[in-house]
């Protein structure tokens, strides 16, 4: 086998206008590049009148899949720009919208939306101080900077992560590993599972987030391991059946050794009794993760910050800064409360991140984190508090607790629709239409319906849900910018849609 080696003088394409670099034409191209992307982002949020354009899923799919030709020669930019307005751009949902207000998605901030051009243009990888310089401490000091907020011990810690999901996923496995390094004497890590898992348990409450049992699945101990407690009237875990399920689980030779609150549940926002919960696992000697995924950005608030009481006392926390912090997706982190925790996930690559990197202090910080390869996210949070400022972004947060409280008594004055939760806890308002005098009526298929029409329609983005059985209709209220008379128009909307649907005379069809 003969290998022909190239020559000098064949390596001779141009792509200097491909990459940002010292060059003119690197600097020219993406210049070029992004006064043309701003452009017509203006033009798209300056003709979006409705949160969503109202296609139905078919439509839209069709006009995504005939784009997907790649040429061999390419287009300009400007052309691709072009091709993708109205299949890609308007048939987006419109998040900053007033009157998107369906799930914990928030309209992102302005200073964390172009930290993602800064954040793509240096491309850090956090996994390794080589890859990552200033980045590292950059994460590092804001992991600081949010325990310090939350009064984390000293010896506490943290990472950034794609969002609650994993954190959830980081807090059950730590928990995990760390009953059964000290219980069997198992390394996990090593070892696999103990012989005796199957009696491993976590206990949660029955609204908190279904990732908590994902991650149970995801650890091989199976959703049978998680084990769900009642909440209370006000939807919060019931410290009397946690003692009494700790009391039977322990009766029945089984083991929990973790137990997951919840600092705001995705429905109502309820906040589990911090206090009260992390005092009785303690007496059980069981690890406590909170799930602050929604809650935790209340550390900022001037108002609701008595709500996070006891969050310190935690052994592990999940924070999402793609929620209530306002920055745009993915943005999350992990704490713990004692950092050796971390060693659990740890694993020594040559290439990467030698011991003798440890022994010389330098920071990989791949060693707290379960990906390898990840994004210089904490800037997107660093640049939206320097420049908002923490006394403007508390307000900001408990501006949106006030519309939806005063969205809840709005409700409560209307007639034909009945309010679920008339005092919410952070920003969720849950309720349903519902006319005094009506026989005969699937009421969960009409609140279905109207939640749908709302949207086909580009009237308004809302979210359903179930409580107890029943369909109720659900606002997020993230949005600050969303005032009292958007919540009336909608409102309004709902129930004229509602009398029409009562009356058989709404057209359902697409606008
Ligand atoms: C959103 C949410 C999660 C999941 O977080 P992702 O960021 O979507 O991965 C977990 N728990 C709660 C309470 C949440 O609100």
């Not at 302005?110 to 491309?123: F, H, K, Q, R, S």
Request: aromatic fraction near 8%; charge should be negative; glycine fraction near 6%.
């Amino acid at each position: 086998m003969t290998i022909t080696i190239p020559n000098a003088e064949k390596c001779t394409t141009n792509y200097d206008s491909f990459f940002l670099h010292q060059g003119e034409e690197g600097i020219g191209a993406f210049t070029q590049l992004v006064s043309q992307v701003s452009k017509k982002l203006q033009e798209i949020y300056a003709s979006a009148e409705q949160p969503f354009i109202g296609k139905n899923p078919t439509r839209i799919e069709e006009e995504i899949k005939q784009i997907m030709a790649f040429s061999s020669e390419g287009q300009t930019f400007e052309d691709v720009l072009d091709e993708i307005e109205t299949p890609i751009l308007k048939n987006s949902l419109h998040i900053s919208h007033e009157k998107s207000m369906a799930h914990l998605h928030c309209p992102p901030l302005l200073p964390g939306v172009v930290a993602e051009l800064i954040i793509a243009t240096l491309n850090q990888s956090m996994d390794s101080w080589d890859q990552s310089t200033a980045a590292t401490y950059v994460e590092t000091e804001m992991v600081e900077w949010l325990t310090k907020k939350i009064r984390f011990p000293s010896t506490s810690g943290g990472v950034f992560t794609s969002g609650g999901t994993q954190s959830n996923y980081m807090g059950i496995l730590l928990a995990r590993d760390a009953f059964c390094h000290s219980y069997w004497n198992q390394n996990i890590q090593q070892e696999g599972l103990p012989q005796d898992f199957t009696r491993l348990r976590v206990i949660c409450s029955e609204e908190a987030h279904f990732t908590v049992k994902k991650a149970a699945s995801q650890l091989g101990l199976g959703e049978q391991a998680v084990v769900t407690v009642k909440t209370d009237e006000n939807h919060r875990m019931s410290v009397r059946e946690v003692r009494e399920t700790l009391g039977q689980l322990e009766k029945e030779n089984l083991l929990p050794f973790a137990l997951v609150a919840t600092c705001g549940t995705t429905d109502f926002g309820s906040i589990d009794p911090l206090e009260e919960l992390t005092s009785v696992a303690k007496e059980h000697g069981i690890w406590v993760h909170v799930d602050a995924a929604y809650g935790g950005g209340l550390i900022l608030s001037h108002s609701h910050l008595d709500k996070l009481k006891g969050l310190n006392k935690a052994d592990s926390i999940t924070v999402d800064f793609h929620k209530l912090f306002y920055q745009p997706i993915s943005c999350g982190a992990f704490l713990v409360k004692n950092q050796k925790h971390f060693r659990y996930i740890s694993y020594h690559a040559d290439y990467l991140n030698p011991v003798e990197d440890d022994e010389e202090g330098i920071l990989n910080l791949v060693n707290k984190s379960v990906q390898t390869t990840r994004r210089f996210d904490a800037l997107k949070l660093f640049l939206s508090l320097k420049t908002i400022g923490t006394d403007l972004f508390g307000r900001l947060i408990d501006d949106t607790v006030k519309l939806a409280q005063y969205t809840a008594s709005y409700i409560d004055g209307l007639e034909n629709i009945s309010i679920q939760n008339s005092r919410p806890e952070i920003n969720t308002v849950i309720f349903r239409y519902q006319p005094p005098k009506i026989e005969g009526i699937d009421v969960n298929e009409l609140n279905r319906t109207i939640q749908q029409q709302l949207l086909y329609l580009g009237k308004g983005v809302i979210a359903k849900t179930t409580v107890n059985g029943k369909t109720f209709l659900k606002l997020t209220l993230l949005n600050p910018r969303t005032k009292p008379k958007d919540i009336h128009s909608l409102l309004h909307d709902i129930e004229k849609m509602g009398d029409e649907l009562l009356n058989g005379g709404l057209n359902i069809e697409e606008s």
